[in-house]
């Protein structure tokens, strides 16, 4: 009996830089103190606004089988935050609400990509990006982008990759670089969308967390509506990583196919969970400003700590909660960086490796620290590189 090729194929053999996350879990499951700053996932946990939102909804009956394509108050009230971000135009059945996120990548490479077309996505990565891509039976095909260009894509590089591909995946704000896309960026993403006929798909789960210029969403650009399908969560703008709530937003066809796809696949998010949601979205842009904040103070801390030494260069984080740092100059890779750092000094940093080949040389630091400790973890950080030049 053999498993299919498709499963089997998931994933590539190489850990991808993961083995140091399962180290870091079994330090601190033994009873070791470990400063983890390998997930993006907040300390500061859900705000009890939101819990007893949540208790309430299930207490008032919530619980049997929500609506699949999402209960009407959430759909509409995404479908407000978007018109509202956007000045475009959103209504309730633009929008999917899906099982976070994760689901939402699945269900529109599933809904756009057939058995062996192209899709594209930019490297450095979320690195469940190319496994997604594969799940669905296409194959995935990164952009290589360069520190020296803070991570964006060069035209020339997505036009070569563009001919005969099918769907183009950009992040921004950035996981793990923190690179936001400007709106010239975003322009000439969207102009080789159109020329090539691309589905552009827009990872925006990011969207509250911008520290320098402001978020652009590719689906408010010219004639970018029809071929965009927007993805969004709660887990990173509202602490909500663990209730699994997010969303598609793209044209109703789409959406409505992509109903059908989630009628086979999770069957809806529970009623309880995304009526917590809309109640969080209902508290507007002071809530996610407050769940913003913490990130955005110790990027400042870090910043400081960072000017202040030559050996690492540091990728200037303009949104999300992580710090891209190039150790090139300490002549380790990635790995053995954050192999090193955990085995001296039990902090814990990820390999840049583990999100593709355009991070080789450099380790992601998630900023989900208090801020005292994060700022002595990152002096050491630094001491620790500076031993190798
Ligand atoms: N996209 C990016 C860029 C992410 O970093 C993450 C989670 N870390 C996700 C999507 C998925 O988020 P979730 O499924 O929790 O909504």
């Known amino acids: 009996m053999e498993l299919s090729h498709r499963i089997r194929h998931l994933t590539t053999d190489s850990d991808g830089g993961w083995g140091i996350y399962f180290r870091v879990r079994e330090m601190i499951d033994s009873g070791q103190d470990v400063i983890n700053l390998t997930i993006g996932q907040h300390d500061i946990p859900t705000p009890n606004i939101i819990l007893d939102a949540m208790n309430t909804a299930a207490k008032d ?42 689901a939402a990548l699945f269900a529109v490479h599933h809904a756009v990509c057939d058995e062996g077309d192209t899709a594209l996505f930019v490297d450095p990565y979320y690195p469940t990006y190319p496994g997604t891509i594969r799940a669905v039976g296409a194959v995935a095909q990164p952009i290589i982008t360069r520190s020296r260009d803070a991570f964006r894509p060069r035209r020339e590089e997505l036009e070569t990759n563009a001919i005969g591909a099918t769907s183009l995946l950009i992040n921004s704000p950035n996981n793990p670089t923190g690179t936001v896309y400007d709106s010239s960026t975003l322009m000439m993403i969207s102009e ?73 696949t999770t069957y809806g998010v529970p009623g309880f969970v995304q009526l917590a949601a809309a109640f969080a979205l ?38 999300a909660m992580y710090l891209m740092l190039d150790i090139r100059a300490t002549q380790l890779s990635g790995n053995e960086f954050a192999q090193r750092l955990l085995d001296t000094h039990h902090i814990a940093v990820m390999p840049g490796e583990s999100f593709g080949f355009a991070a080789a040389g450099h380790v992601r630091v998630a900023m989900t620290v208090e801020d005292e400790r994060f700022g002595a973890a990152l002096h050491t950080l630094c001491e620790f590189a500076s031993s190798f030049t």
């Open 192 to 264: 080789v969308a159109k020329a090539h006929d691309l589905w552009l798909i827009s990872d925006e789960v990011y969207d509250t967390q911008i520290w320098r210029g402001h978020h652009l969403s590719p689906r408010s650009l010219p004639d970018m509506r029809e071929r965009t399908l927007v993805i969004g969560s709660m887990s990173k703008s509202h602490a909500m990583t663990g209730f699994r709530c997010g969303w598609v937003i793209g044209p109703k066809e789409a959406i409505s196919r992509m109903i059908n796809l989630t009628t086979h």
């Open 61 to 102: 009956g919530n619980t049997g089988y929500a609506a699949i394509p999402g209960v009407p108050a959430l759909r509409e009230r995404v479908a407000r935050r978007l018109t509202e971000r956007t000045g475009i135009e959103t209504s309730y059945d633009n929008v999917l609400i899906t099982a976070g996120g994760q």
């Open 282 to 319: 209902d508290q507007g842009s002071t809530l996610e400003r407050e769940i913003a904040a913490p990130f955005d103070r110790r990027r400042q801390l870090a910043w400081d700590i960072l000017n202040a030494q030559q050996t690492i260069t540091a990728i200037p984080s303009d949104g």
